[in-house]
């Protein structure tokens, strides 16, 4: 079983920057894909970004690619995602993604699918 629990969120201005954090329970952390996901009101929870269990491939929604940037810290079993420029449009529950197990294409991750655990989710509003 893994515990995600996300930190970050808040209310900023258009143009402002925020860190989101998920911090990770569980010893296998570092063997797992790691995502994120948001939801706004009245939406479907849309991919946003991910990353492998090393760090060192990343994919990204075309939506976010050039301003946000995800990474990852094994040794402390947490995941960030950098998030810059922001715009109103960007007003979601982000929600931290854990991805156990194998098999999965790459493009798969950019779905629901491979993800078995999910944090409790961060809100953040961005003000125009």
């Known amino acids: 079983q893994v515990q995600l629990v996300e930190s970050g969120g808040g209310l900023v201005q258009a143009g402002a920057s925020l860190r989101l954090s998920c911090a990770a329970s569980g010893r296998a952390f570092s063997s797992y894909r790691m995502g994120w996901f948001r939801q706004a009101p009245g939406k479907e929870r849309d991919f946003v970004a991910a990353?492998?269990?090393?760090?060192?491939?990343?994919y990204y929604a075309d939506s976010v690619k050039g301003r946000f940037t995800i990474s990852r810290d094994n040794a402390k079993s947490t995941v960030d995602l950098q998030m810059n420029s922001l715009q109103p449009e960007d007003t979601a529950v982000y929600y931290c993604a854990a991805a156990p197990r194998q098999g999965f294409t790459a493009r798969s991750y950019y779905t629901r699918v491979p993800y078995d655990y999910w944090g409790q989710g961060t809100q953040v509003t961005v003000s125009s």
């Open positions: 990353i492998s269990w090393a760090g060192s491939t990343s």
